[in-house]
Nanobody, 117 residues
Framework: QLRLVESGGGSVQAGGSLRLSCSAS???????????WAWYRQAPGAQREQVVL???????RYADVVKGRFTISEDRAKNTVDLQMNNLQPEDTAVYYC????????WGQGAQVTVSS
């Protein structure tokens, strides 16, 4: 079974930047079946929401609240996907999770991002 591991979270002040990484590991045939990536986040007391979805051969689809500030990139050779987050705001505070496309039924441990004003 595939495993997803997020890293790179931390604490920054408003206007700062962070870069998250997600690594997928597991059976080769499962890794080869990955057709895209997504990042989600879950703020305290809120439901998990999709931040960006990037399906192969298509342009990334960002949530309106992060457009122009967040950028997704991938390294398929390493089965990793990054999320560059710039101009972070307190409302971006959340635990960030990655997932593959088609979506996996499981989640990694997530990466905590805390933005102070």
């Amino acid at each position: 079974q595939l495993r997803l591991v997020e890293s790179g979270g931390g604490s920054v002040q408003a206007g700062g930047s962070l870069r998250l990484s997600c690594s997928a590991s597991g059976p080769s045939e499962s890794l080869l079946s990955i057709a895209g990536w997504a990042w989600y986040r879950q703020a305290p007391g809120a439901q998990r929401e999709q931040v960006v979805l990037w399906i192969n051969e298509r342009s990334p689809r960002y949530a309106d609240v992060v457009k122009g500030r967040f950028t997704i990139s991938e390294d398929r050779a390493k089965n990793t996907v990054d999320l560059q987050m710039n101009n972070l705001q307190p409302e971006d505070t959340a635990v960030y999770y990655c997932n593959i496309w088609p979506p996996a039924s499981f989640w990694g441990q997530g990466a905590q991002v805390t933005v102070s004003s």
